[in-house]
């Protein structure tokens, strides 16, 4: 059976003053049926570029999708109509951003947020759609939910808001839930429960999620699989059991070794990744994590390798050493 | 992480802190409505050379602590004692004395570092402001030896803000803070706002920092696993008030308030296997308003093992081992 989503070859850039920047350059992966996939990354990864690329909300100018297919369900969205395309959005494909103030319209009511997608997607009539809404905010978990559908987003706290995000998002019974960073503004308290929500929800709805964050603890809480941003390529690609415990690309490696672990007794020192993070409009053809990189050899700087597999399971990695790095140090680190 | 100087003597006490703000309504005629209890009784104490880590959710009070205690905030009660002086009753001549020991490294590198000036300017600055080095050749040699302290090149002296990464601008936050030769520094979210590859660095460097000027932190962050990696002691704020202060080891191995078990739970480790076997259950509710807080124990609507009486009396702070202080009754 065909992928719920398939990313072919995707290209993404960005016209600044300072050159073109290529924020996703080649990227490729595919999503099954009600699979938690997560895409990890520092900031300028590409990790969000990339997903609102697969909704085509990339502003134009400056920015621009040149190349690539995005297969949903059978069609490539990049070809759709816009009047289809806004069909997807918000229908088939749910959407929740990382900042909830900013998201939500603050000069409409809840209640008019949540019955307006009903009745652009689902042509639902008025009364079906705000019966609609109240059931929506019971099953997010807000108290006293017809009372809230009057208030406006600033009436609301962050936690409340982003559930009221979650509401909309699968009002329409989506098949694919994209997250950006949905806790990332959150507490950490309030991280947890918005995190178990949308867990719950997705697997109950049967619908996929790509969950975009920088948060390699949220990962490891609700990720099947994982891929691995850096300077807008995928690096590592796996199941999460082998990115965690294996992981071949030196970058993925030195990101889990820099974190300090509640679960480990403490560390005399912390182990950074050295250097400086990319500067994405002055990339040669080469590897681009190569400056920071403990392995790197010469024929890094060549050309970026593609991604290969090495250990089972589509464990892929682009890395021209990734196969003798995880044989040698993959179990230690 | 240094084994903690017991014994060292006291750098600051903090006692009964409290931090009001009003809260008006209305445009002409501003009326007082109520007041949001930010900071609402804090006690604690710093030793010369150690490092107590603050934390708490956003709106606990940790920063305002923090501004309180830089006098950015003029605390409503309570007292600040700096080295034995009560910081709260000093003259602004005094004060402008002290506030050469007493430094801050704030949390946005972006915000925090005026774009429109060099970075050798930026450092600069509180020596020109302190008048404590009139001769410009010689600061600027000054910029240079702080720049290499932090891990830059001294050739960042002639660049602006925007040309340098979040973490090089954290580093020239950090330089700044030096600049005076500061014994205590107040690091707010100080690596917060950073990527995870470039947070190690920078927690890497105020370690070497602290060891080799011999500095006194207060480390106010969220992140429970840097404060664990960095602090010697740790109190836990929520609403205001501080609910649990231990040692770093005995609290993250033996937490004991409701509160921090909570805290503790919802942070998810960055390993598969260990989350799969992970029972965890999110505590509900979220933080009630500072405006109106709950009366007695102000965790009490959130806690699963509150009693009756939590919502009536307010549970001071206990020490129920040695070094290890709780504001439970529930906690024996």
């Known amino acids: 059976m065909a992928p719920l989503l398939e990313i072919k070859d995707l290209h993404t850039e960005f016209r600044t003053g300072a050159g073109v920047v290529r924020a996703v350059d080649g990227v490729s992966y595919a999503v099954e049926q009600g699979e938690t996939v997560a895409i990890v990354g520092e900031s300028g990864s590409g990790k969000s570029v990339g997903a609102l690329s697969i909704l085509r909300l990339i502003p134009d100018p400056p920015g621009r999708i040149t190349r690539g297919e995005v297969l949903f369900a059978g069609r490539d969205l990049m070809q759709l109509p816009d009047a289809q395309m806004r069909e997807v959005r918000g229908g088939d494909i749910g959407m929740v951003f990382q900042e909830p103030m900013t998201s939500l319209n603050p000069v409409l009511t809840i209640g008019r947020q949540i019955t307006e997608t009903l009745e652009q997607h689902r042509r639902a009539d008025r009364a079906a759609a705000h019966k609609r809404a109240i059931e929506l905010l019971g099953l997010v978990g807000i108290a006293d939910p017809a009372r809230r559908l009057k208030q406006y987003p600033h009436e609301l706290s962050g936690g409340m808001r982003q559930r009221v995000m979650i509401a909309i998002a699968i009002a329409c019974d989506p098949k694919l839930i994209i997250a950006d960073e949905p806790t990332t503004a959150l507490d950490v308290t309030i991280q947890a429960q918005i995190l178990e929500l949308m867990n719950g929800l997705t697997r109950r709805l049967n619908a996929a999620l790509i969950i975009i964050t920088h948060n390699l603890g949220v990962v490891a809480r609700y990720a099947k699989r994982v891929n691995v941003m850096y300077a807008g390529r995928i690096v590592e690609s796996g199941p999460a059991a082998a990115i965690y415990h294996s992981p071949r690309h030196p970058y993925t490696m030195a990101l889990l070794r820099s974190v300090p672990r509640l679960d480990r007794p403490r560390r005399a020192r912390l182990d950074p990744v050295d250097g400086q993070p990319p500067d994405l409009t002055r990339l040669d053809q080469g590897c681009a994590f190569r400056p920071r990189c403990r392995f790197a050899i010469e024929a890094c700087a060549k050309a970026w390798p593609p991604l290969e597999p090495v250990g089972p399971a589509g464990h892929l990695c682009a890395c021209l050493r990734g196969h003798e790095i995880g044989a040698a140090t993959g179990a230690a680190a | ?332």
């Open chain 2, 1 to 332: 992480m240094t084994a903690p100087a017991t014994d060292a003597p006291t750098l600051l006490e903090v006692r009964s802190l409290r931090k009001f703000f009003p809260v008006t309504e209305g445009i002409l005629a501003r009326r007082l409505v109520g007041e949001v209890r930010a900071v609402d009784g804090v006690d604690f104490t710093l030793r010369r050379g150690e490092t107590l880590g603050l934390v708490g959710e956003s709106g606990c009070g940790k920063t305002t602590t923090g501004r309180c205690i830089l006098l950015l905030e003029r605390p409503t009660a309570g007292e600040i004692l700096y080295d034995g002086v009560d910081l709260t009753r000093l003259k602004h001549k005094q004060l402008l004395a002290l506030r050469r020991r007493i430094q801050v490294i704030f949390q946005d590198p972006y915000s925090s570092l005026n774009p429109h000036m060099k970075v050798g300017d930026i450092i600069a600055e509180p020596m020109k402001v302190h008048a404590i080095e009139p001769d410009a050749a010689r600061r600027a040699a000054r910029v240079r030896e702080l720049l290499a302290i932090c891990g830059l090149s001294p050739n960042f002296a002639d660049r602006y803000p925007h040309e340098m990464s979040g973490g090089q601008r954290q580093r020239v936050g950090i330089a700044r803070a030096l600049a005076l030769d500061p014994e205590f520094i107040i690091c707010d979210e100080a690596v917060s706002a950073l990527d995870v590859s470039i947070q190690a660095q920078i927690v890497n460097l105020l370690e070497d920092l602290r060891e080799r000027f011999g500095l006194t932190y207060l480390f106010i962050a969220h992140d429970l696993s840097v404060v664990r990696h960095l602090c010697q002691r740790v109190a836990v704020m929520y609403l205001g008030r501080i609910v649990e202060l231990a040692d770093c080891d005995e609290l993250f191995d033996n937490a004991l308030h409701p509160y921090t078990r909570a805290l503790l739970d919802a942070v998810p480790v960055p390993d598969p296997s260990v989350e799969a076997d992970r029972r965890f259950r999110p505590v509900k509710g979220e933080v009630p308003s500072p405006i109106n807080p709950p009366l007695g124990c102000v965790f009490h609507p959130r806690c699963p093992i509150a009693v009756e009486s939590c919502s009536r009396i307010r549970p001071e702070l206990r020490e129920v081992r040695p070094g290890h202080w709780v504001a439970c009754s529930e906690v024996r």
